[in-house]
C-alpha cells in the first residue's frame, strides 16, 4: 500500500521534468524571438538591481561614516534646517557651550579660501583653522589627521600651517618649507595622508585663532561639534546647546545630532530609490506585456501542436504548466542576464565615482537575498505574463485545434 503513493509521485515528478524539457526546447527552437523576448525584462532587472544595490551600498557607506564619528556627536551648523548653500561663518558663543552641561568635549572650525603661494605656484586653497579639540576630540574627527611626514602643529602658534596630501603635492611643499597664506608667511610643520576626501586632501590647515587673526573674524566659524558625556543623550544636549545659544543673541544655527543626519540621509536615500525603481519598474512592465505578446503569438503558432498533445491524453493542467513554464523560463533567463547586466553596470558607476568623486567611497551591496529576488522575481513575471495565453491553449478543444491552419 506505502508503494503505490511513492510511484504515484515519480510518476508526476517525471512527467513535470518531460514537461520542464520540452518547454526548454521550444524555446530553443525559436532562439531569435526568445533573445527578442528576454530583453525587455532584462533591461528593466538591470535597472532596478543596479538600483538597489548601489542605494544600497551608499546607504551602508554613509552609517559605517557616520558610525565612526560617534553617535554621541551633535553638530551646529549655520543656517536654518533645510536651508541650502555653502556654509557661512558665525559667531557663536564657544566658551557658553563648552561650559554647558553634557557637553565632554567642544571642537570648532572655520573654512575660508585664501590666496596661496609657494615659490613661483600661485592659486586658491581652502585654509581651514582648528580649534586644538578637534586635533584631539576621539574617533571621526580626529582620524582626519592621520600624518605622513613631519608633526601636528602646536595649537598655540601663529604661523604653522598642516598641509593634505593633494594641497602638498600642488604645492611642492614638504615639512620644514615656506608658504605664503593671504600675504602672510607660515611654515610647513606636518603632511597629512591621504583621506580619500578631496575637500580634506586638498585643504591647509592651521589653528583656529591663528586664522581668525590672519581674516580678522574673530570667534567666527563654520562648524562647531560636540561629544556628549558618557550616558548622556545626544539628543536632549541639542536641545540644550540650542537654548544656550539662543539665550546668548547667537546667530540662526541648525543643530543636529549625528544620529538624526543619518536617519534623514537614509530617507532621503530610500525616497531616491522609490522614485527611481518605481521608473524602472515601468520598464520592467513593458518587458513582461512584451513576452505576454510573444506568448499569445505561440500559442497561435502552436495550436495544431496543441490538439496533438490533447488527442494524445494531455489534460488541460499540463498543457497549463507547459505553458506557463516557457513563459516563466523567459523570465528567468531575462532576470540572469539583467542581473547580470545591473551588477557590472553598477560597479561601472562605483569606478566613476571613485574616479572622480574621491571623497565617495562605498561599494555596491549585491546580497543573496537580492539575487534571489531578482531571479524569482523575474520568473513570477515570466509565468504570470503568460498565464493567460497558458489558459487560452489549455481550454482549446482538441478536434478545433487539429482543424486549425
Known amino acids: 500500500m506505502a508503494i503505490r503513493p511513492y510511484a504515484a509521485r515519480r510518476a508526476r515528478l517525471r512527467l513535470i521534468g518531460d514537461i520542464a524539457r520540452l518547454a526548454l526546447g521550444n524555446l530553443l527552437r525559436r532562439p531569435t524571438r526568445s533573445a527578442l523576448t528576454v530583453l525587455g525584462v532584462t533591461i528593466g532587472m538591470a535597472a532596478i538591481v543596479a538600483l538597489w544595490s548601489l542605494s544600497g551600498g551608499l546607504a551602508r557607506s554613509l552609517d559605517r561614516q557616520l558610525g565612526s564619528l560617534g553617535y554621541d556627536l551633535v553638530l551646529i551648523l549655520p543656517g536654518s534646517p533645510g536651508s541650502f548653500g555653502p ?4 559667531k557663536l558663543p564657544l566658551e557658553l557651550l563648552a561650559q554647558a552641561r553634557g557637553v565632554a568635549q567642544l571642537g570648532a572650525e572655520l573654512r575660508r579660501t585664501l590666496p596661496v603661494r609657494a615659490g613661483e605656484t600661485k592659486g586658491f586653497l581652502a585654509i581651514v583653522g582648528l580649534s586644538p579639540t578637534m586635533l584631539t576630540m576621539s574617533s571621526g574627527f580626529a582620524s582626519r589627521f592621520e600624518l605622513a611626514k613631519g608633526r601636528l602643529f602646536s595649537p598655540g602658534s ?6 593634505g596630501s593633494r594641497a602638498a603635492a600642488e604645492l611642492h611643499l614638504k615639512p620644514g618649507g615656506a608658504l605664503e597664506i593671504d600675504s602672510q608667511s607660515f611654515r610647513v610643520v606636518g603632511l597629512l595622508k591621504p583621506s580619500g576626501v578631496t575637500q580634506r586632501d586638498s585643504a591647509i590647515f592651521m589653528p583656529l585663532r591663528a586664522l581668525w587673526q590672519l581674516t580678522g573674524m574673530p570667534d567666527q566659524v563654520t562648524l562647531a561639534v560636540a561629544r556628549a558625556k558618557q550616558g548622556y543623550p545626544a539628543r536632549r544636549l541639542a536641545n540644550e546647546l540650542q537654548s544656550v545659544i539662543s539665550q546668548a543673541g547667537g546667530p540662526v544655527v541648525n543643530v543636529q545630532t549625528a544620529e538624526r543626519l ?12 522609490g522614485v527611481l525603481g518605481g521608473i524602472a519598474a515601468i520598464a520592467l ?3 513582461g506585456i512584451g513576452l505576454a505578446n510573444t506568448m499569445y503569438m505561440v500559442v497561435l503558432e502552436r495550436t495544431r501542436e496543441i490538439g496533438i498533445l490533447k488527442a494524445l491524453g494531455a489534460r488541460q493542467g499540463q498543457i497549463l504548466l507547459l505553458f506557463t513554464l516557457e513563459s516563466g523560463l523567459l523570465g528567468l533567463a531575462g532576470g540572469l542576464l539583467g542581473l547580470a547586466l545591473g551588477i557590472g553596470l553598477s560597479e561601472s558607476v562605483t569606478l566613476i565615482v571613485a574616479r572622480f568623486f574621491a571623497g565617495i567611497g562605498f561599494a555596491p551591496e549585491v546580497t543573496p537575498g537580492l539575487i534571489a529576488g531578482a531571479l524569482g522575481f523575474a520568473f513570477g513575471l ?3 505574463a503568460g498565464l493567460l495565453p ?10 478545433e485545434a487539429l482543424r486549425y491552419e
Open 87 to 90: 556654509p557661512q561663518p558665525l
Open 158 to 163: 601663529r604661523r604653522e600651517a598642516l598641509l
Open 390 to 399: 497558458a489558459r487560452r491553449a489549455a481550454r482549446l478543444q482538441p478536434l
Open 262 to 273: 543619518a536617519r534623514i540621509a537614509g530617507e532621503l536615500l530610500g525616497l531616491l530609490r
Open 382 to 384: 515570466g509565468a504570470l
Open 285 to 287: 512592465l513593458v518587458g
